[in-house]
């Protein structure tokens, strides 16, 4: 089968394009074939097989298979397939046919050999993002996707800055662990985590993906930020520095969700708080907690994408997403409830969903290591988790006041996909050994211990009364939060405002200034050379005359004298 | 709404239930946490009950400090909308 050494990433990437353009009857055929294709493609290329190539002097690998890389791989194709079904009648051509292409490049990029195909691919799933955004079709959506596009240009310059720097330092592009112990490997690591979400530029997560359509949201959720988490597994494993940095993640994404009013930013935030504890993980290195990150990544995706589903059905059925216009939807949506309450569990970490059994291997890396700040952190954190996530968004959604709203479930096909989602929500909590064989080092964790259980049953719990306990505290409000972008948002805009107006008025001082000079000259120009200016106006030839004998005159009184 | 036209789950009764099996888990955990031991790594996990009264603590810790951030960083949500703009 050598043949299907096509990068798999590549099958999608043309479905993509397809997509754009195919009608509706091709559809369905394209979602559900090009997804399991991929996921043929990446399960029969043998284990390290690699397609090497020769470019500008640098050995380039368009493929190289690895075993992280696989596992990142297959989740996003299980995204595409899954989130397809969900968009299937709802989205419109040019975001099912972008989500395609962005799929596509995540997992041409998790196939990535060396720097400058990823760089490509990078750069490519950038473009696929900004069109989910676009093709929300309103007028936040478009500018919310500059934002984005501007923002990811340049990080993917930082990347490329830094990419030529490391060419240059090591003669080599290829991808391989490395430390961050040069200007040029600081510029890749600050390139990678812009896509994270990492501090000060956390903002863009939760300012474009929640303007995305329904659908769009959910692919958007998925690829940009766990791609980062990937290339930093396999690019900076063990760089201390991403310890804090997670850290200051996980809490950012709590606190801005709990200020938050719209549902799908509470989980825009929580997917930066999310993104925290595998940053940290990678940040920690020892294979428990890479192992941790990556598995973790992979629960992710599909329960944060089962959260946005549930968001994006109640948005697509009510038109609301704000909290204070939402509540009481369980009673006419009990599936939606039900399903993205699963969810909801599931990223809180709850026993018997697939959050339980991966994220807490970051915490036992954690402690194995002694880190007693980060334990105590992460612990703080997961309590935190089900306040934000956990409870918050399905308590404000389905439950709290009556909002008086009574929609039906979404149509089947969205319910679907959910479901799906829901079962591989708790089939990887209660049976995760299968998760466990695909991750890169061999696990030696046991999540299902009595201690484990009690103290996760005691933390989320005792944060669950806390919630309760607090709810008046807690009350929604019709606001926004001020975040890092507001200095590119407002202070920066207004800047160039201030700027512009004051330049605007110092041109037209110097410029009246000049004309105030120049009518001068043509005035006095005007008086001795107009039409009855003295050097221009017409002579009598009398006058002439007589001027030519006072001449004649003198210079005869002249000669006698 | 009258009570009894509610939905079950949200009638006066339900929720007083509700709240009744809540705190017998929540008493069940601690007392179940009295015969399980935590594997000790910082000296903490067995003192009684640590990781409730620690969640439940770090969450109020987590409400009050995003309450006190919330005085100065909350706007109102149009604050980023320019006179003139169309809808959202």
């Given at each position: 089968?050598?043949?299907?050494?096509?990068?798999?990433?590549?099958?999608?990437?043309?479905?993509?394009?397809?997509?754009?353009?195919?009608?509706?009857?091709?559809?369905?055929?394209?979602?559900?074939?090009a997804?399991?294709?991929?996921?043929?493609?990446?399960?029969?290329?043998?284990?390290?097989a690699?397609?090497?190539?020769?470019?500008?002097?640098?050995?380039?690998?368009?493929?190289?298979?690895?075993?992280?890389?696989?596992l990142?791989?297959?989740?996003f194709?299980?995204m595409?397939?899954t989130?397809?079904?969900?968009?299937?009648?709802?989205?419109?051509?040019v975001?099912?046919?972008?989500?395609?292409?962005?799929?596509?490049?995540?997992?041409?990029?998790?196939?990535?050999?060396d720097?400058?195909?990823?760089?490509?691919?990078?750069?490519l799933m950038?473009?696929?993002?900004?069109?989910?955004?676009?093709?929300?079709?309103?007028?936040?959506?478009?500018?919310?996707?500059?934002?984005?596009l501007?923002?990811?240009?340049?990080?993917?310059?930082?990347?490329?800055?830094?990419i030529?720097?490391?060419?240059?330092n090591?003669?080599?592009?290829?991808?391989?662990?490395?430390q961050?112990?040069?200007?040029?490997?600081?510029?890749?690591?600050?390139?990678?985590?812009l896509?994270?979400?990492?501090?000060?530029?956390?903002?863009?997560?939760?300012?474009?993906?929640?303007?995305?359509?329904?659908?769009?949201?959910v692919?958007?959720?998925?690829?940009?930020?766990?791609?980062a988490?990937?290339?930093?597994?396999?690019?900076?494993?063990?760089?201390?520095?991403?310890?804090?940095?997670?850290?200051?993640?996980?809490?950012?994404?709590?606190i801005?969700?709990?200020?938050?009013?719209?549902?799908?930013?509470?989980?825009?935030?929580?997917?930066?708080n999310?993104?925290g504890?595998?940053?940290?993980?990678?940040?920690?290195?020892?294979?428990m907690?890479?192992?941790?990150?990556a598995?973790h990544?992979f629960?992710?995706?599909?329960?944060?994408?089962?959260?946005?589903?549930?968001?994006?059905?109640?948005?697509?059925?009510?038109?609301k997403?704000?909290?204070?216009?939402?509540?009481?939807?369980?009673?006419?949506?009990p599936?939606?409830?039900?399903?993205?309450?699963?969810?909801?569990?599931?990223?809180s970490?709850?026993?018997?969903?697939?959050?339980?059994?991966?994220?807490?291997?970051?915490?036992q890396?954690?402690?194995?290591?002694?880190?007693?700040?980060?334990?105590f952190?992460?612990?703080?954190?997961?309590?935190?988790?089900?306040?934000?996530?956990g409870?918050?968004?399905?308590?404000?959604?389905?439950?709290?006041?009556?909002?008086?709203l009574?929609?039906p479930?979404?149509?089947?096909?969205?319910?679907?996909?959910?479901?799906?989602?829901?079962?591989?929500?708790?089939?990887?909590?209660?049976?995760?050994?299968?998760?466990y064989?695909i991750?890169?080092?061999p696990?030696?964790?046991?999540?299902?211990?009595?201690?484990?259980?009690?103290a996760?049953?005691?933390?989320?719990?005792?944060?669950?009364?806390?919630?309760?306990?607090?709810?008046?505290?807690?009350?929604?409000?019709?606001?926004?939060?001020?975040?890092?972008?507001?200095?590119?948002?407002?202070?920066?805009?207004?800047?160039?405002e201030?700027?512009?107006?004051?330049?605007?008025?110092?041109?037209?001082?110097?410029?009246?200034?000049?004309?105030?000079?120049?009518?001068?000259?043509?005035?006095?120009?005007n008086?001795?050379?107009?039409?009855?200016?003295?050097?221009?106006?017409?002579?009598?030839?009398?006058?002439?005359?007589l001027?030519?004998?006072?001449?004649?005159?003198?210079?005869?009184?002249?000669?006698?004298? | 709404?009258?009570?009894?036209?509610?939905?079950?789950?949200?009638?006066?009764?339900?929720?007083?239930?509700?709240?009744?099996?809540?705190?017998?888990?929540?008493?069940?955990?601690?007392?179940?946490?009295?015969?399980?031991?935590q594997?000790?790594?910082?000296?903490?996990?067995?003192?009684?009950?640590?990781?409730?009264?620690?969640?439940?603590?770090?969450?109020?810790?987590?409400?009050v400090?995003?309450?006190?951030?919330?005085?100065?960083?909350?706007?109102?949500?149009?604050?980023?909308?320019?006179?003139?703009d169309?809808?959202?």
């Open positions: 089968m050598s043949d299907l050494l096509l990068p798999p990433g590549i099958w999608l990437i043309l479905s993509g394009l397809l997509l754009a353009i195919a009608d509706q009857r091709w559809r369905l055929p394209l979602i559900l074939g997804p399991l294709v991929a996921l043929v493609g990446i399960w029969l290329l043998p284990f390290d690699t397609w090497s190539m020769e470019f500008l002097g640098h050995e380039l690998r368009p493929l190289h298979s690895t075993t992280n890389g696989r990142f791989a297959t989740v194709s299980l595409a397939l989130g397809g079904i969900f968009a299937w009648r709802i989205a419109n051509r975001e099912l046919g972008a989500a395609f292409v962005y799929a596509g490049s995540a997992v041409c990029v998790t196939f990535a050999g720097l400058l195909t990823l760089f490509l691919f990078w750069e950038a473009l696929g993002s900004t069109l989910v955004i676009w093709a929300a079709n309103t007028e936040a959506a478009r500018r919310a996707a500059y934002r984005y501007i923002l990811h240009l340049f990080g993917g310059m930082l990347l490329l800055t830094g030529a720097g490391h060419a240059l090591t003669g080599s592009v290829l991808f391989v662990p490395m961050a112990d040069s200007m040029a490997r600081w510029l890749i690591l600050a390139g990678f985590l896509n994270a979400g990492a501090p000060p530029l956390s903002a863009w997560i939760a300012d474009a993906y929640p303007e995305a359509s329904p659908s769009g949201t692919f958007l959720s998925a690829f940009t930020t766990k791609t988490v990937f290339v930093l597994i396999m690019g900076f494993p063990g760089t201390w520095v991403l310890i804090p940095i997670g850290l200051y993640m996980i809490f950012y994404g709590i801005y969700a709990l200020l938050e009013n719209d549902m799908r930013r509470i989980l825009a935030y929580s997917i930066v999310q993104v504890f595998m940053v940290t993980g990678v940040g920690i290195g020892t294979e907690a890479l192992n941790g990150a598995a990544a629960a992710h995706i599909i329960y944060k994408g089962l959260l946005l589903m549930s968001a994006g059905a109640v948005l697509y059925q009510t038109g997403r704000k909290c204070t216009d939402l509540g009481g939807l369980f009673q006419s949506m599936w939606t409830a039900l399903l993205g309450t699963i969810g909801a569990l599931a990223i970490a709850f026993p018997f969903t697939s959050g339980f059994t991966t994220k807490s291997m970051i915490s890396a954690a402690a194995d290591q002694h880190l007693m700040i980060a334990w952190a992460l612990v703080a954190a997961s309590a935190g988790v089900f306040l934000h996530a409870i918050k968004f399905p308590w404000f959604v389905f439950f709290q006041k009556d909002s008086g009574r929609p479930d979404p149509p089947r096909h969205m319910l679907l996909a959910m479901w799906a989602f829901a079962v591989l929500c708790i089939g990887l909590g209660i049976w995760p050994e299968p998760l064989a991750l890169a080092h696990v030696d964790f046991q999540a299902y211990t009595g201690a484990h259980l009690v996760q049953f005691q933390l989320l719990l005792f944060s669950g009364l806390a919630f309760f306990v607090m709810l008046p505290m807690m009350k929604r409000t019709l606001t926004i939060t001020l975040d890092f972008d507001w200095f590119y948002r407002r202070l920066f805009l207004d800047l160039c201030a700027f512009s107006r004051r330049t605007d008025r110092t041109r037209d001082d110097i410029y009246s200034l000049f004309m105030a000079h120049w009518h001068r000259l043509l005035g006095s120009l008086r001795y050379h107009g039409t009855q200016g003295i050097l221009a106006r017409s002579w009598p030839t009398g006058s002439m005359a001027w030519a004998a006072v001449v004649l005159g003198i210079s005869l009184l002249m000669f006698f004298v | 709404m009258r009570d009894a036209e509610k939905h079950w789950l949200v009638r006066e009764s339900t929720i007083r239930y509700l709240w009744l099996a809540l705190i017998l888990v929540l008493a069940l955990t601690l007392v179940t946490g009295l015969f399980i031991h594997h000790q790594h910082f000296g903490w996990e067995d003192i009684f009950g640590f990781y409730a009264w620690y969640g439940f603590l770090t969450c109020i810790g987590m409400v400090f995003a309450k006190v951030l919330g005085i100065f960083l909350k706007r109102r949500d149009d604050y980023y909308r320019k006179p003139g169309s809808d959202e």
